[in-house]
């Protein structure tokens, strides 16, 4: 019998590399939080856009209404414009908003405005008076003709900046 020479041994046999499919639990955990981060990223970036679209129609009608009274100066019409256009964006940020009535309503407003702002009151008493009783003068009325126009459409301009909501509160 030869030492150097024994049995005929086979080499080991690896077992097959491991297959990708299932894969392990981390992974599992990780794809649900990957999928978790994309649906509220996509989610997050419609509503910005949705905001977006909706603040820059609030601001076109008003410059809609701005253009014609350039145009057509009325300032029955211009009050009643901004006043609706103000109830309406009013609606949207606080439902209760639309059964409030003469100095409620403007106190609203003034509300919605920055704090240092808001302390001079512009709306009850400055140029947005004129929300409250304007739309229902006549157009020949020496009070209506006292209406100062640019400062109504730079109070409200100012009313939306601030007043439009930078975050959807809105679901």
């Known amino acids: 019998m030869n030492p150097s020479s ?14 990708w499919w299932p894969p392990a639990p981390g992974w599992w955990l990780l794809a ?6 994309v649906f509220l990223l996509v989610r997050w ?14 601001e076109a009608e008003l410059d809609r ?5 350039a145009a057509q100066p009325d300032p029955v019409r211009l009050a009643a414009d901004v006043s609706q256009l103000l109830r309406r964006v009013a609606r949207l940020i606080e439902p209760e908003a639309v059964a409030l009535r003469d100095d409620a309503w403007l106190g609203f407003l003034d509300q919605r405005l920055p704090p240092a ?11 947005g008076r004129a929300l409250i009783d304007a739309p229902y003068r006549r157009a020949d009325d020496p009070a209506t003709s ?10 409200a301009r100012e009313w939306l900046a601030h007043a439009l909501p930078r975050r959807s509160a809105r679901a």
């Open 32 to 37: 649900l939080i990957v999928g978790v981060l």
């Open 6 to 19: 024994g049995p005929e041994l086979r080499d080991i046999h690896l077992p097959p590399a491991p297959s």
């Open 65 to 69: 209404i701005a253009s014609t009274h």
């Open 45 to 58: 970036t419609l509503r910005r856009a949705r905001e977006r679209r909706w603040r820059l129609r609030v």
């Open 117 to 127: 702002q808001a302390e001079q009151a512009p709306f009850r008493r400055g140029a």
């Open 146 to 155: 006292a209406l100062d126009a640019r400062a109504l459409l730079d109070l």
